[in-house]
């Protein structure tokens, strides 16, 4: 299995930020398989943002208020992230990944930087 994101590097503050992460070698709908989108901050450790389910059902974490929505197209093989209301604190290396279960993930993208900035 291997896992690609993508997106913009750079956005100003207050912009949505949208990321896609494609999968290949595995299915994003195969059961019981979640997959799940973490940032790093420069300098400090991992975020857990939210996931999406193989069936579709989503979760965020609550400390990004609202902001983090993740979306699918099973036609593609692919899941989205989108950030609104982006502010320099946003700035992060973000990473899709596969879980194994809470906390437990086998497979990672290589990591996509997003700065933002005015």
């Known amino acids: 299995v291997q896992l690609q994101e993508w997106g913009p590097g750079l956005l100003k503050p207050s912009q949505t930020l949208s990321l896609t992460c494609a999968v290949y070698?595995?299915?994003?709908?195969?059961?019981?398989?979640?997959w799940s989108w973490i940032r790093q901050p420069p300098g400090k450790g991992l975020e857990w943002m939210g996931v999406?389910?193989?069936?579709?059902?989503?979760r965020y974490t609550p400390s990004l208020n609202g902001r983090t929505s993740i979306s699918r197209d099973t036609s593609k093989n692919q899941f989205t992230l989108q950030l609104s209301a982006v502010t320099p604190e946003d700035t992060s290396v973000y990473y899709c990944?596969?879980?194994?279960?809470?906390?437990?993930?086998?497979?990672w993208g290589q990591g996509t930087q997003v700065t933002v900035s005015s």
């Open positions: 990944a596969r879980n194994t279960g809470p906390w437990e993930y086998d497979y």
């Open positions: 070698g595995g299915s994003i709908t195969t059961s019981y398989y979640y």
């Open positions: 999406i389910g193989y069936e579709g059902s989503t």
